[in-house]
T-cell receptor
Framework: QKEVEQNSGPLSVPEGAIASLNCTYS??????FFWYRQYSGKSPELIMS????GDKEDGRFTAQLNKASQYVSLLIRDSQPSDSATYLC?????????FGAGTRLTVKP | KAGVTQTPRYLIKTRGQQVTLSCSPI?????VSWYQQTPGQGLQFLFE???????NKGNFPGRFSGRQFSNSRSEMNVSTLELGDSALYLC????????????FGEGSWLTVV
């Protein structure tokens, strides 16, 4: 079992819709969780971090964390074509950060 | 505040050669991590340095090595290059890796021919 698992996609949503990205992790002691966005040919950039169970909202983005289920998700409301990218889930362990393989999202105009 | 700076951005090497990549972290950041990204394997952790000490290492052969200097700048070296080493090498910095956010540089694109 991979340490951090994401649906590879591709995930396609129409402009204006809600995109839902999911991630599960295996290390129960993980305490910090992150979502990064990576455009093709670019490096990952941080979108959200979440440390406590529940929801955290930042503009059109909402991160959700459920430590009991070892599950993290990212919701993107009012999706825009500029949101088309690969989204990486990252989980911080004791000494390093592990990444999922990423979910490719395409927002169609 | 300047971001993470990596050099060189693009390079082409021949099998059997070695390569050194450089990373300057965000000012004040003492932790530097290195990752390899390929289409098939995604982001793979190479190693992490803090205050000139390697604190953690990923599952890569000994051909991959790194170091960190007193000013927190870091270098990674790959010896005896193989075709499979072609990848995007990403450096990331943070104040400390204990749950803190890491910020990536633009990466070094290595092609081995």
């Amino acid at each position: 079992q991979k340490e951090v698992e994401q649906n590879s996609g591709p995930l396609s949503v129409p402009e204006g819709a809600i995109a839902s990205l999911n991630c599960t992790y295996s290390d129960r002691v993980s305490q910090s969780f992150f979502w990064y966005r990576q455009y093709s040919g670019k490096s990952p950039e941080l979108i959200m971090s979440i440390y406590s169970n529940g929801d955290k909202e930042d503009g059109r983005f909402t991160a959700q964390l459920n430590k009991a289920s070892q599950y993290v998700s990212l919701l993107i409301r009012d999706s825009q074509p500029s949101d088309s990218a690969t989204y990486l889930c990252a989980v911080s362990g004791a000494l390093d950060m592990r990444f999922g393989a990423g979910t490719r999202l395409t927002v169609k105009p | 505040k300047a971001g993470v700076t990596q050099t060189p951005r693009y390079l082409i090497k021949t099998r059997g050669q070695q390569v050194t990549l450089s990373c300057s972290p965000i000012s004040g950041h003492r932790s530097v991590s290195w990752y390899q990204q390929t289409p098939g394997q995604g982001l793979q952790f190479l190693f992490e340095y803090f205050s000139e000490t390697q604190r953690n290492k990923g599952n890569f052969p000994g051909r991959f090595s790194g170091r960190q200097f007193s000013n927190s700048r870091s270098e990674m070296n790959v010896s005896t290059l193989e075709l499979g080493d072609s990848a995007l090498y990403l450096c990331a910095s943070s104040t400390d890796t204990s749950g803190n956010t890491i910020y990536f540089g633009e990466g070094s694109w290595l092609t081995v021919v």
